[in-house]
Protein backbone atom coordinates (compact mmCIF):
# COMPACT_ATOMS: atom_id res chain seq x y z
CA UNK A 1 0.00 0.00 0.00
CA UNK A 2 0.74 3.17 -0.49
CA UNK A 3 1.90 5.78 2.51
CA UNK A 4 2.25 9.21 2.89
CA UNK A 5 3.73 10.77 5.85
CA UNK A 6 3.31 14.84 6.36
CA UNK A 7 6.36 15.42 8.66
CA UNK A 8 6.53 18.80 10.39
CA UNK A 9 9.91 19.44 12.30
CA UNK A 10 12.34 21.57 12.09
CA UNK A 11 15.36 19.23 13.31
CA UNK A 12 16.24 15.91 11.64
CA UNK A 13 17.68 14.83 14.85
CA UNK A 14 14.85 15.29 17.32
CA UNK A 15 12.71 12.61 18.66
CA UNK A 16 10.12 13.47 16.30
CA UNK A 17 13.56 13.07 13.27
CA UNK A 18 13.99 9.53 14.84
CA UNK A 19 9.92 8.28 15.09
CA UNK A 20 10.00 9.46 11.42
CA UNK A 21 12.76 7.24 10.66
CA UNK A 22 11.59 4.28 12.52
CA UNK A 23 8.05 4.15 10.79
CA UNK A 24 9.86 4.41 7.44
CA UNK A 25 11.60 1.65 8.04
CA UNK A 26 9.14 -0.22 9.67
CA UNK A 27 5.96 0.55 7.01
CA UNK A 28 9.30 -0.06 4.49
CA UNK A 29 9.98 -3.63 5.68
CA UNK A 30 6.67 -4.45 5.64
CA UNK A 31 6.17 -3.90 1.64
CA UNK A 32 4.89 -0.29 1.69
CA UNK A 33 5.97 2.59 -0.60
CA UNK A 34 6.18 5.45 1.65
CA UNK A 35 6.66 9.04 0.79
CA UNK A 36 7.50 11.69 3.09
CA UNK A 37 6.92 15.31 2.79
CA UNK A 38 9.06 16.78 4.96
CA UNK A 39 7.52 20.52 5.50
CA UNK A 40 11.17 22.10 6.91
CA UNK A 41 13.25 20.58 4.60
CA UNK A 42 11.20 21.23 1.55
CA UNK A 43 11.09 25.39 2.66
CA UNK A 44 7.43 24.72 2.21
CA UNK A 45 5.57 28.14 2.20
CA UNK A 46 3.16 28.30 5.53
CA UNK A 47 1.20 31.25 4.53
CA UNK A 48 -1.70 31.03 1.74
CA UNK A 49 -1.90 34.85 0.47
CA UNK A 50 -1.86 36.30 -3.16
CA UNK A 51 1.21 34.26 -4.33
CA UNK A 52 -1.05 31.50 -4.57
CA UNK A 53 -3.17 32.11 -7.09
CA UNK A 54 -0.77 33.63 -10.05
CA UNK A 55 -3.18 33.44 -12.57
CA UNK A 56 -5.76 35.97 -10.91
CA UNK A 57 -6.33 39.32 -12.21
CA UNK A 58 -3.15 42.25 -11.33
CA UNK A 59 -4.67 44.50 -8.64
CA UNK A 60 -8.09 42.59 -7.95
CA UNK A 61 -9.56 41.89 -4.61
CA UNK A 62 -8.64 38.48 -3.25
CA UNK A 63 -11.46 36.35 -2.50
CA UNK A 64 -9.74 33.33 -1.26
CA UNK A 65 -11.77 30.25 -1.95
CA UNK A 66 -12.88 31.69 -4.99
CA UNK A 67 -9.52 32.04 -6.44
CA UNK A 68 -8.45 28.62 -4.98
CA UNK A 69 -11.65 27.00 -6.75
CA UNK A 70 -10.46 28.68 -10.37
CA UNK A 71 -6.62 27.76 -9.50
CA UNK A 72 -7.68 23.82 -8.78
CA UNK A 73 -10.13 24.12 -11.40
CA UNK A 74 -7.49 25.32 -14.42
CA UNK A 75 -4.64 23.86 -13.35
CA UNK A 76 -2.82 27.24 -12.21
CA UNK A 77 -1.78 26.64 -8.62
CA UNK A 78 1.52 26.52 -7.54
CA UNK A 79 3.53 23.45 -8.28
CA UNK A 80 4.41 22.80 -4.93
CA UNK A 81 0.56 22.78 -3.82
CA UNK A 82 -0.41 20.65 -6.83
CA UNK A 83 2.78 17.42 -5.72
CA UNK A 84 1.15 17.37 -2.54
CA UNK A 85 -2.41 16.80 -3.79
CA UNK A 86 -0.83 14.27 -6.32
CA UNK A 87 0.79 12.39 -3.01
CA UNK A 88 -2.47 12.44 -1.07
CA UNK A 89 -4.13 11.30 -4.29
CA UNK A 90 -1.39 8.31 -4.21
CA UNK A 91 -1.79 7.43 -0.60
CA UNK A 92 -3.80 4.66 1.15
CA UNK A 93 -2.96 6.18 4.88
CA UNK A 94 -1.50 9.78 5.37
CA UNK A 95 0.37 10.28 8.24
CA UNK A 96 0.44 13.98 10.02
CA UNK A 97 3.51 14.34 12.33
CA UNK A 98 4.08 16.99 14.43
CA UNK A 99 5.22 17.88 18.20
CA UNK A 100 2.52 19.67 19.62
CA UNK A 101 2.98 23.28 19.96
CA UNK A 102 0.78 25.55 21.80
CA UNK A 103 -2.34 22.89 21.60
CA UNK A 104 -2.25 22.06 17.92
CA UNK A 105 0.10 21.41 15.02
CA UNK A 106 2.81 23.19 13.92
CA UNK A 107 2.27 26.33 11.79
CA UNK A 108 3.94 24.94 9.07
CA UNK A 109 1.47 22.09 8.77
CA UNK A 110 -1.47 24.17 9.34
CA UNK A 111 -0.63 26.02 6.48
CA UNK A 112 0.46 22.92 4.27
CA UNK A 113 -3.77 22.15 4.92
CA UNK A 114 -4.69 25.87 4.37
CA UNK A 115 -2.86 25.66 1.04
CA UNK A 116 -3.19 22.10 -0.10
CA UNK A 117 -6.69 21.20 0.92
CA UNK A 118 -8.21 23.39 -2.21
CA UNK A 119 -11.91 24.16 -3.04
CA UNK A 120 -13.19 22.04 -5.18
CA UNK A 121 -10.83 19.05 -4.31
CA UNK A 122 -10.88 18.73 -0.27
CA UNK A 123 -13.92 21.11 0.45
CA UNK A 124 -16.96 22.84 -1.64
CA UNK A 125 -17.74 19.19 -3.35
CA UNK A 126 -20.71 17.84 -4.10
CA UNK A 127 -24.20 19.07 -4.22
CA UNK A 128 -25.12 22.49 -1.96
CA UNK A 129 -28.80 22.52 -1.96
CA UNK A 130 -31.79 22.69 0.85
CA UNK A 131 -31.40 18.51 0.87
CA UNK A 132 -28.07 18.11 0.86
CA UNK A 133 -24.65 20.12 2.22
CA UNK A 134 -22.10 18.76 0.03
CA UNK A 135 -19.97 15.31 0.20
CA UNK A 136 -18.16 16.09 3.37
CA UNK A 137 -17.62 14.47 7.17
CA UNK A 138 -17.41 10.55 5.77
CA UNK A 139 -17.46 11.53 2.06
CA UNK A 140 -15.06 13.51 -0.53
CA UNK A 141 -11.99 13.61 -2.53
CA UNK A 142 -10.03 10.84 0.30
CA UNK A 143 -12.97 8.22 1.21
CA UNK A 144 -11.61 5.21 1.50
CA UNK A 145 -8.44 6.46 2.63
CA UNK A 146 -6.85 6.18 5.91
CA UNK A 147 -5.33 8.97 8.01
CA UNK A 148 -3.64 8.83 11.62
CA UNK A 149 -2.16 11.62 13.74
CA UNK A 150 1.83 10.70 15.20
CA UNK A 151 2.14 13.24 17.60
CA UNK A 152 4.55 14.33 20.80
CA UNK A 153 3.73 16.78 23.66
CA UNK A 154 5.81 17.31 26.41
CA UNK A 155 2.98 17.28 28.99
CA UNK A 156 1.97 14.15 30.77
CA UNK A 157 -0.78 12.51 30.21
CA UNK A 158 -3.17 12.96 33.18
CA UNK A 159 -2.45 16.68 31.94
CA UNK A 160 -4.60 15.80 29.09
CA UNK A 161 -6.87 13.39 30.84
CA UNK A 162 -11.41 13.98 31.07
CA UNK A 163 -10.52 16.07 34.02
CA UNK A 164 -6.63 17.18 33.18
CA UNK A 165 -6.14 21.12 33.13
CA UNK A 166 -5.29 20.79 29.37
CA UNK A 167 -8.52 19.60 28.41
CA UNK A 168 -8.59 15.64 26.87
CA UNK A 169 -6.56 15.34 24.17
CA UNK A 170 -9.78 14.18 22.20
CA UNK A 171 -11.24 17.29 22.52
CA UNK A 172 -8.02 18.77 21.49
CA UNK A 173 -7.27 17.54 18.41
CA UNK A 174 -11.09 17.47 17.01
CA UNK A 175 -10.47 20.07 14.89
CA UNK A 176 -7.75 17.93 13.15
CA UNK A 177 -9.13 14.83 13.29
CA UNK A 178 -12.72 15.77 12.78
CA UNK A 179 -12.53 19.32 10.80
CA UNK A 180 -9.86 18.65 9.19
CA UNK A 181 -9.49 15.08 7.85
CA UNK A 182 -12.97 13.63 8.08
CA UNK A 183 -14.33 16.52 6.74
CA UNK A 184 -12.38 15.53 2.84
CA UNK A 185 -13.31 11.51 3.82
CA UNK A 186 -10.52 10.62 5.50
CA UNK A 187 -10.93 7.38 7.73
CA UNK A 188 -9.44 8.42 10.91
CA UNK A 189 -7.52 6.32 13.30
CA UNK A 190 -7.03 7.00 16.98
CA UNK A 191 -3.85 8.74 17.54
CA UNK A 192 -0.52 7.94 18.37
CA UNK A 193 0.70 10.11 21.13
CA UNK A 194 3.62 10.44 22.75
CA UNK A 195 3.67 12.25 26.26
CA UNK A 196 6.62 14.17 28.24
CA UNK A 197 8.46 13.92 25.16
CA UNK A 198 11.30 15.84 27.40
CA UNK A 199 11.70 12.92 29.24
CA UNK A 200 13.00 10.25 27.11
CA UNK A 201 15.60 7.89 27.47
CA UNK A 202 16.81 4.72 25.60
CA UNK A 203 14.63 2.37 27.27
CA UNK A 204 11.63 4.41 26.64
CA UNK A 205 12.38 4.79 23.46
CA UNK A 206 12.73 1.59 22.59
CA UNK A 207 8.73 0.84 24.18
CA UNK A 208 7.69 3.31 22.44
CA UNK A 209 8.84 2.52 19.20
CA UNK A 210 7.40 -1.11 19.42
CA UNK A 211 4.19 0.23 20.42
CA UNK A 212 4.21 2.41 17.35
CA UNK A 213 5.30 -0.23 15.38
CA UNK A 214 2.27 -2.38 16.08
CA UNK A 215 -0.49 0.16 15.22
CA UNK A 216 1.35 0.57 12.39
CA UNK A 217 0.88 -3.00 11.58
CA UNK A 218 -2.83 -2.63 11.93
CA UNK A 219 -2.98 0.60 9.75
CA UNK A 220 -4.90 -0.99 7.26
CA UNK A 221 -7.10 -3.20 9.57
CA UNK A 222 -7.58 -1.08 12.63
CA UNK A 223 -11.14 0.63 13.67
CA UNK A 224 -11.45 4.05 12.54
CA UNK A 225 -12.82 6.51 14.97
CA UNK A 226 -16.68 6.23 14.47
CA UNK A 227 -17.39 9.69 13.58
CA UNK A 228 -21.21 10.38 12.44
CA UNK A 229 -21.36 10.73 9.06
CA UNK A 230 -23.22 13.68 7.50
CA UNK A 231 -25.38 12.42 4.77
CA UNK A 232 -26.08 9.42 6.74
CA UNK A 233 -29.55 9.98 8.68
CA UNK A 234 -28.08 11.76 11.40
CA UNK A 235 -28.22 14.86 11.08
CA UNK A 236 -31.28 17.51 10.54
CA UNK A 237 -31.28 18.80 7.42
CA UNK A 238 -30.34 21.71 6.93
CA UNK A 239 -29.42 22.77 9.86
CA UNK A 240 -27.15 20.06 10.08
CA UNK A 241 -27.80 19.41 13.92
CA UNK A 242 -27.60 16.25 15.09
CA UNK A 243 -30.98 14.60 15.32
CA UNK A 244 -32.89 15.10 19.03
CA UNK A 245 -32.36 11.64 20.96
CA UNK A 246 -28.97 10.58 19.43
CA UNK A 247 -26.17 10.90 21.54
CA UNK A 248 -27.61 10.14 24.81
CA UNK A 249 -25.41 10.85 27.82
CA UNK A 250 -22.76 12.62 25.68
CA UNK A 251 -21.96 16.36 25.56
CA UNK A 252 -20.10 18.50 23.42
CA UNK A 253 -17.73 17.72 20.91
CA UNK A 254 -18.28 13.72 21.94
CA UNK A 255 -21.98 14.09 20.37
CA UNK A 256 -20.70 13.48 16.99
CA UNK A 257 -18.91 10.13 18.21
CA UNK A 258 -21.62 7.45 16.98
P1 LIG B 1 13.29 16.60 21.17
O1 LIG B 1 13.46 17.86 21.96
O2 LIG B 1 14.08 16.45 19.93
O3 LIG B 1 13.62 15.37 22.08
C1 LIG B 1 12.92 15.08 23.29
C2 LIG B 1 13.76 14.10 24.08
O4 LIG B 1 13.89 12.89 23.35
C3 LIG B 1 15.20 14.59 24.36
O5 LIG B 1 15.50 14.24 25.69
C4 LIG B 1 16.02 13.83 23.36
O6 LIG B 1 17.34 13.64 23.83
C5 LIG B 1 15.26 12.52 23.30
N1 LIG B 1 15.51 11.79 22.06
C6 LIG B 1 15.53 12.28 20.80
N2 LIG B 1 15.78 11.31 19.92
C7 LIG B 1 15.92 10.17 20.63
C8 LIG B 1 16.22 8.82 20.29
N3 LIG B 1 16.42 8.45 19.03
N4 LIG B 1 16.30 7.91 21.29
C9 LIG B 1 16.10 8.27 22.55
N5 LIG B 1 15.83 9.54 22.96
C10 LIG B 1 15.74 10.47 22.00
N6 LIG B 1 3.83 20.59 24.92
C11 LIG B 1 2.57 20.36 25.28
O7 LIG B 1 2.27 19.35 25.93
N7 LIG B 1 1.56 21.22 24.93
C12 LIG B 1 1.80 22.34 24.21
O8 LIG B 1 0.87 23.08 23.91
C13 LIG B 1 3.15 22.62 23.85
N8 LIG B 1 3.44 23.74 23.14
C14 LIG B 1 4.72 23.94 22.71
C15 LIG B 1 5.00 25.06 21.91
C16 LIG B 1 6.26 25.26 21.42
C17 LIG B 1 6.52 26.45 20.53
C18 LIG B 1 7.31 24.36 21.76
C19 LIG B 1 8.71 24.58 21.23
C20 LIG B 1 7.06 23.28 22.56
C21 LIG B 1 5.75 23.03 23.03
N9 LIG B 1 5.44 21.92 23.80
C22 LIG B 1 4.15 21.69 24.21
C23 LIG B 1 6.45 20.85 24.04
C24 LIG B 1 6.62 20.02 22.77
O9 LIG B 1 5.44 19.34 22.47
C25 LIG B 1 7.76 19.03 22.94
O10 LIG B 1 8.94 19.79 23.15
C26 LIG B 1 7.93 18.16 21.72
O11 LIG B 1 6.79 17.34 21.55
C27 LIG B 1 9.15 17.26 21.85
O12 LIG B 1 9.37 16.63 20.61
P2 LIG B 1 10.74 16.89 19.82
O13 LIG B 1 10.76 15.99 18.64
O14 LIG B 1 10.94 18.34 19.58
O15 LIG B 1 11.74 16.35 20.93
Given at each position: ?????????????????ALRDRMVATL???????????????????????????????????????????????????????????????????????????????????????????????????????????????????????????????????????????????????????????????????????????????????????????????????????????????????????????????????????
Amino acid sequence: MNILIVFAHPEPRSLNGALRDRMVATLTAAGHDVLVSDLYAQGWKATLDGADFPAEPEGARLQLTDASHRAFASGAQTPDVAEEQRRLLWAHAVILQFPLWWFSMPAILKGWVERVFAHGFAYGVGEHSDRRWGDRYGEGVFAGKRAMLVLTAGGWVEHYAERGINGPMDDLLFPIQHGILFYPGFSVLEPFVVYRAERMNEERFRAITTDLDRRLERLFVEEPIPYRRQNHGDYEIPSMRLKEGLGAGKQGLRLHRA
